[in-house]
Protein backbone atom coordinates (compact mmCIF):
# COMPACT_ATOMS: atom_id res chain seq x y z
CA UNK A 1 0.00 0.00 0.00
CA UNK A 2 1.18 3.53 0.04
CA UNK A 3 2.05 3.68 3.78
CA UNK A 4 4.49 0.78 3.64
CA UNK A 5 7.58 2.61 3.11
CA UNK A 6 7.07 4.96 6.35
CA UNK A 7 7.46 1.94 8.60
CA UNK A 8 3.83 2.77 10.27
CA UNK A 9 3.06 1.91 13.67
CA UNK A 10 0.92 -0.99 14.10
CA UNK A 11 -1.68 -1.36 16.43
CA UNK A 12 -2.88 -5.24 16.38
CA UNK A 13 -5.93 -6.14 18.42
CA UNK A 14 -8.39 -9.10 18.85
CA UNK A 15 -11.98 -8.80 17.58
CA UNK A 16 -14.39 -7.42 20.18
CA UNK A 17 -11.36 -5.40 22.20
CA UNK A 18 -11.14 -1.57 21.97
CA UNK A 19 -8.41 -0.16 20.11
CA UNK A 20 -6.41 3.29 20.84
CA UNK A 21 -5.00 5.39 18.17
CA UNK A 22 -2.80 7.89 19.42
CA UNK A 23 -1.69 11.39 17.35
CA UNK A 24 1.06 13.50 17.94
CA UNK A 25 0.26 16.79 16.51
CA UNK A 26 2.78 19.59 15.61
CA UNK A 27 1.34 23.02 15.79
CA UNK A 28 -0.28 24.66 18.84
CA UNK A 29 -2.45 26.95 16.85
CA UNK A 30 -4.44 24.24 14.96
CA UNK A 31 -8.32 24.58 16.38
CA UNK A 32 -9.37 21.44 13.93
CA UNK A 33 -8.88 17.58 14.26
CA UNK A 34 -9.96 15.17 12.06
CA UNK A 35 -9.42 11.36 11.72
CA UNK A 36 -9.31 9.49 8.74
CA UNK A 37 -9.38 5.60 7.69
CA UNK A 38 -8.01 4.86 4.78
CA UNK A 39 -8.41 0.81 3.83
CA UNK A 40 -5.88 -0.50 0.62
CA UNK A 41 -6.36 0.94 -2.50
CA UNK A 42 -9.60 3.96 -1.39
CA UNK A 43 -9.19 7.16 -0.06
CA UNK A 44 -9.04 8.57 3.18
CA UNK A 45 -12.89 8.26 4.79
CA UNK A 46 -13.88 10.77 7.47
CA UNK A 47 -14.58 9.31 10.62
CA UNK A 48 -14.93 11.95 13.63
CA UNK A 49 -13.81 15.44 14.13
CA UNK A 50 -13.29 17.62 16.84
CA UNK A 51 -12.60 21.49 17.84
CA UNK A 52 -10.01 22.72 20.11
CA UNK A 53 -12.36 24.11 22.20
CA UNK A 54 -13.67 20.72 22.85
CA UNK A 55 -11.84 17.71 24.61
CA UNK A 56 -13.52 14.42 23.69
CA UNK A 57 -16.41 14.37 20.99
CA UNK A 58 -18.38 10.82 20.50
CA UNK A 59 -19.08 9.20 17.77
CA UNK A 60 -20.93 5.48 16.43
CA UNK A 61 -18.63 2.95 18.33
CA UNK A 62 -15.82 5.90 18.27
CA UNK A 63 -14.67 8.74 20.78
CA UNK A 64 -12.00 11.15 20.13
CA UNK A 65 -10.08 12.80 23.00
CA UNK A 66 -8.01 16.03 22.56
CA UNK A 67 -5.79 17.07 25.02
CA UNK A 68 -4.30 20.96 24.09
CA UNK A 69 -1.62 20.68 27.11
CA UNK A 70 0.15 18.07 25.51
CA UNK A 71 -0.79 18.48 22.31
CA UNK A 72 -2.20 14.91 21.69
CA UNK A 73 -5.05 13.10 20.39
CA UNK A 74 -6.44 9.87 20.28
CA UNK A 75 -9.07 7.75 18.86
CA UNK A 76 -10.87 5.16 20.90
CA UNK A 77 -13.24 2.33 18.36
CA UNK A 78 -15.10 -0.21 20.70
CA UNK A 79 -15.74 -3.60 19.53
CA UNK A 80 -13.04 -3.44 16.78
CA UNK A 81 -14.37 -5.03 14.10
CA UNK A 82 -12.56 -7.13 10.87
CA UNK A 83 -13.60 -3.87 8.85
CA UNK A 84 -11.81 -1.58 11.24
CA UNK A 85 -8.70 -2.89 9.86
CA UNK A 86 -7.50 0.29 7.69
CA UNK A 87 -4.53 2.86 8.23
CA UNK A 88 -5.69 5.55 10.36
CA UNK A 89 -4.99 9.22 9.99
CA UNK A 90 -5.25 12.48 12.32
CA UNK A 91 -4.53 15.71 10.33
CA UNK A 92 -4.76 18.99 12.01
CA UNK A 93 -6.31 22.08 9.87
CA UNK A 94 -4.73 25.62 11.11
CA UNK A 95 -6.66 28.16 13.17
CA UNK A 96 -8.43 30.39 10.07
CA UNK A 97 -9.25 26.98 9.04
CA UNK A 98 -8.85 26.31 5.20
CA UNK A 99 -8.07 23.11 3.21
CA UNK A 100 -4.40 22.67 3.78
CA UNK A 101 -4.68 19.55 6.10
CA UNK A 102 -1.36 18.36 7.70
CA UNK A 103 -1.60 14.88 8.35
CA UNK A 104 0.22 12.40 10.66
CA UNK A 105 2.28 9.18 9.51
CA UNK A 106 -0.62 7.43 10.49
CA UNK A 107 -1.39 3.96 12.31
CA UNK A 108 -2.02 0.57 10.69
CA UNK A 109 -4.87 -0.85 13.21
CA UNK A 110 -4.87 -4.83 12.02
CA UNK A 111 -7.93 -6.65 13.22
CA UNK A 112 -7.59 -10.67 14.69
CA UNK A 113 -10.00 -13.05 14.49
CA UNK B 1 -25.10 12.89 -2.88
CA UNK B 2 -22.36 10.76 -5.03
CA UNK B 3 -18.76 11.22 -3.60
CA UNK B 4 -16.38 13.18 -5.18
CA UNK B 5 -14.80 10.97 -8.12
CA UNK B 6 -11.57 11.03 -10.16
CA UNK B 7 -10.56 9.61 -13.79
CA UNK B 8 -8.23 8.08 -14.53
CA UNK B 9 -7.99 5.35 -11.31
CA UNK B 10 -5.01 4.34 -12.90
CA UNK B 11 -1.95 5.61 -14.99
CA UNK B 12 1.24 5.25 -16.10
CA UNK B 13 3.85 7.45 -18.10
CA UNK B 14 7.34 7.68 -18.90
CA UNK B 15 9.84 10.33 -17.25
CA UNK B 16 9.76 13.20 -19.14
CA UNK B 17 6.12 13.35 -19.78
CA UNK B 18 3.23 15.21 -18.51
CA UNK B 19 -0.08 14.52 -17.19
CA UNK B 20 -3.56 15.34 -16.39
CA UNK B 21 -5.91 14.46 -13.48
CA UNK B 22 -9.39 15.12 -13.12
CA UNK B 23 -11.63 15.30 -9.88
CA UNK B 24 -14.83 16.32 -9.73
CA UNK B 25 -16.16 17.13 -6.39
CA UNK B 26 -19.54 16.31 -4.45
CA UNK B 27 -22.46 18.17 -5.82
CA UNK B 28 -22.20 21.85 -4.15
CA UNK B 29 -19.10 21.66 -2.89
CA UNK B 30 -17.09 24.84 -4.33
CA UNK B 31 -13.60 23.85 -2.55
CA UNK B 32 -11.29 21.69 -4.17
CA UNK B 33 -7.75 20.19 -2.86
CA UNK B 34 -5.25 17.98 -4.33
CA UNK B 35 -2.95 15.64 -2.23
CA UNK B 36 -0.04 13.54 -3.16
CA UNK B 37 0.48 10.28 -1.50
CA UNK B 38 3.87 8.44 -1.25
CA UNK B 39 5.49 5.02 1.20
CA UNK B 40 7.99 7.84 1.75
CA UNK B 41 6.10 11.25 2.28
CA UNK B 42 2.77 10.22 3.50
CA UNK B 43 0.41 12.64 2.54
CA UNK B 44 1.01 15.69 1.31
CA UNK B 45 -0.80 18.89 0.88
CA UNK B 46 -0.43 20.31 -3.35
CA UNK B 47 -2.88 23.08 -3.14
CA UNK B 48 -6.53 24.01 -3.03
CA UNK B 49 -8.80 25.75 -5.26
CA UNK B 50 -12.00 27.84 -4.39
CA UNK B 51 -14.00 29.24 -7.41
CA UNK B 52 -11.76 29.29 -9.57
CA UNK B 53 -8.81 30.50 -7.80
CA UNK B 54 -6.01 29.04 -6.42
CA UNK B 55 -5.93 29.86 -2.78
CA UNK B 56 -3.43 28.16 -0.78
CA UNK B 57 -0.06 25.90 -2.09
CA UNK B 58 1.77 23.45 -0.67
CA UNK B 59 5.77 23.14 -1.57
CA UNK B 60 5.75 21.45 -4.42
CA UNK B 61 7.82 22.52 -7.65
CA UNK B 62 6.14 24.67 -9.95
CA UNK B 63 5.92 20.87 -12.37
CA UNK B 64 2.82 20.91 -9.89
CA UNK B 65 0.19 22.80 -11.27
CA UNK B 66 -3.74 22.87 -11.12
CA UNK B 67 -6.90 24.79 -12.23
CA UNK B 68 -10.57 24.92 -11.17
CA UNK B 69 -13.84 25.12 -13.72
CA UNK B 70 -17.16 27.21 -13.26
CA UNK B 71 -18.36 23.52 -12.20
CA UNK B 72 -16.31 23.35 -9.22
CA UNK B 73 -14.35 20.55 -11.51
CA UNK B 74 -11.10 20.69 -11.21
CA UNK B 75 -7.61 19.64 -12.82
CA UNK B 76 -4.16 19.12 -11.68
CA UNK B 77 -1.27 19.02 -14.61
CA UNK B 78 2.33 17.71 -13.74
CA UNK B 79 5.14 18.88 -16.46
CA UNK B 80 8.18 17.23 -16.69
CA UNK B 81 7.61 13.88 -14.95
CA UNK B 82 10.25 11.84 -12.69
CA UNK B 83 9.86 9.02 -11.32
CA UNK B 84 9.54 10.20 -7.80
CA UNK B 85 6.01 12.13 -8.70
CA UNK B 86 4.99 8.12 -8.79
CA UNK B 87 2.20 8.48 -6.06
CA UNK B 88 -1.57 7.86 -5.35
CA UNK B 89 -3.39 11.83 -6.33
CA UNK B 90 -6.12 12.63 -3.85
CA UNK B 91 -8.95 14.73 -4.53
CA UNK B 92 -10.40 16.29 -1.59
CA UNK B 93 -13.98 18.44 -1.75
CA UNK B 94 -15.64 20.39 1.14
CA UNK B 95 -18.21 22.89 1.35
CA UNK B 96 -18.75 26.07 2.71
CA UNK B 97 -20.46 25.23 5.87
CA UNK B 98 -19.39 25.31 9.17
CA UNK B 99 -18.38 21.71 9.41
CA UNK B 100 -15.03 22.15 7.55
CA UNK B 101 -14.24 18.39 6.91
CA UNK B 102 -13.11 17.16 3.73
CA UNK B 103 -14.16 14.39 1.64
CA UNK B 104 -11.68 12.64 -0.43
CA UNK B 105 -11.74 10.84 -3.66
CA UNK B 106 -10.50 7.35 -4.75
CA UNK B 107 -7.47 8.98 -6.14
CA UNK B 108 -5.23 8.47 -9.25
CA UNK B 109 -2.45 5.99 -8.65
CA UNK B 110 0.29 7.55 -11.29
CA UNK B 111 3.17 5.26 -11.95
CA UNK B 112 6.47 6.97 -13.99
CA UNK B 113 8.54 4.88 -15.28
Known amino acids: GENVGLHLPTLSVQEGDNSIINCAYS??????FIWYKQESGKGPQFIIDIRSNMDKRQGQRVTVLLNKTVKHLSLQIAATQPGDSAVYFC????????????FGTGTQLKVEL | KAGVTQTPRYLIKTRGQQVTLSCSPISGHRSVSWYQQTPGQGLQFLFE???????NKGNFPGRFSGRQFSNSRSEMNVSTLELGDSALYLCASRSQGAQETQYFGPGTRLLVL
Open chain 2, 49 to 55: YFSETQR
Open chain 1, 91 to 102: AEVPTGGGNKLT
Open chain 1, 27 to 32: NSASDY
